[in-house]
């Protein structure tokens, strides 16, 4: 069986060796430029006393925004716009940089993407200041600061865009509700026109008032002649020439007020009065819901104007990248040492599970 010396030297002094050559002789200087942000809106969650005061909105960060900056950052599209001003491959394919830092010069635009998220870009993000640091790494320190710069410009450029979208988005919105609400509001009123001068009334309910005051006259001057009548009756006879005249005009207002009744409905349609006033009625609380619904459009366009006006977004540089003085990575020592603990833990895990097999084999 091998021993705990044989193993420990192929398990861990030669990986650590291995690690300090290469670090020492073959990795290339990283250089780090590092530089801070914050995005931020023009509107503010609660008004401060200032606020109050000068009608000013405050200044407040937005996690969301960050977030979305951040994911941009690692995206196809972003290194679409990066590229065109800086070749990536040209200097991170370099074959005067060591082989294990380097990316492969036929690597795919999948691999680059790759490469550009773990070994060239790092975003962290403070949610207690809402601040994002960026640190851009390259083999050199003006590529790393050239790189940081061409980060920040095209984050800026999509925050703008993201707030100009979104502020013409609602107000196309709002205007469209406003146009859809006008549109019902005229077709009501042009319904409502049109009833009325088909029916020739100004007013159907005026109409169909006027028309039971003249029943209800005539029906009050039938009740008025027929106690006359009878109170004549009592001492007349009923073919005196006061009572047949009396008759006579009791037969004239009944047959007046049928007249009159029987123009409450129309003679071709058959509709009566009271259906005139309840289509009427009908329309009309069409007309006054559509003009609810107008002037509630019209407010909900102005209140998205001044949110327009107010949810802007700024990226606003804290930190200016950079120009990196020295390297930072490798970190050659502490990654020796890293490489030396991570050997040694693979060996104890090995040396004791060949301990184990040995006990279960009774081996000595």
Do not use: C
């Amino acid at each position: 069986m091998l021993s705990n010396k044989f193993t420990f030297f192929i398990f861990v002094v030669i990986p650590t060796i291995i690690a300090g050559v290469y670090y020492s002789n073959y990795a290339s200087d990283k250089y780090i430029s590092e530089s801070r942000y914050i995005i931020q809106g023009n509107e503010q969650a609660s008004a401060d006393v200032l606020g109050m005061v000068t009608g000013l909105t405050g200044m407040a960060s937005s996690t969301p925004d960050s977030l979305a900056v951040l994911n941009y950052s690692v995206s196809h599209d972003f290194l679409e716009k990066l590229l065109p001003n800086i070749n990536l491959m040209d200097h991170y394919s370099d074959l005067k940089y060591d082989w294990w830092a380097r990316i492969p010069q036929d690597a795919t635009q999948e691999d680059l993407l790759e490469y550009w998220g773990s070994e060239i870009i790092n975003i962290s993000y403070d949610n207690a200041s809402g601040i994002s640091k960026l640190e851009v790494t390259a083999f050199d320190p003006e590529i790393a600061q050239k790189i940081s710069n061409s980060v920040l410009k095209i984050n800026e450029r999509f925050i703008n865009d993201l707030s100009s979208e979104a502020r013409a988005d609602a107000l196309k919105f709002a205007q469209d509700e406003v146009i859809k609400a006008e549109t019902e509001l005229l077709s009501i009123r042009s319904r409502l026109a049109s009833f009325n001068e088909k029916e020739q009334v100004i007013s159907a309910e005026q109409a169909a008032q006027a028309e039971q005051g003249i029943v209800a006259t005539l029906k009050q001057q039938i009740a008025t002649k027929e106690a006359e009548l009878k109170s004549l009756s009592n001492y007349m006879q009923s073919n005196s020439l006061k009572v047949r005249s009396l008759k006579n005009e009791i037969d004239s207002l009944k047959k007046q007020t049928a007249v009159q009744q029987a123009r409450w409905a129309d003679p071709t349609t058959g509709k009566t009065v009271t259906r005139m006033v309840l289509d009427t009625e009908q329309l009309t609380s069409e007309l006054a819901f559509t003009e609810k619904l107008y002037l509630t459009a019209i407010t909900s366009l102005k209140q998205a104007q001044i949110e327009a006006s107010q949810k802007q977004r700024y990226l606003d540089i804290i930190v200016p990248a950079h120009l990196p003085d020295e390297s930072l990575e490798p970190e050659r020592i502490y990654s020796t040492f890293s490489t030396f603990l991570a050997s040694l833990m693979l060996w104890g895990v090995f040396a004791l599970l060949i301990s184990a097999i040995k006990d279960n084999l009774g081996w000595a």
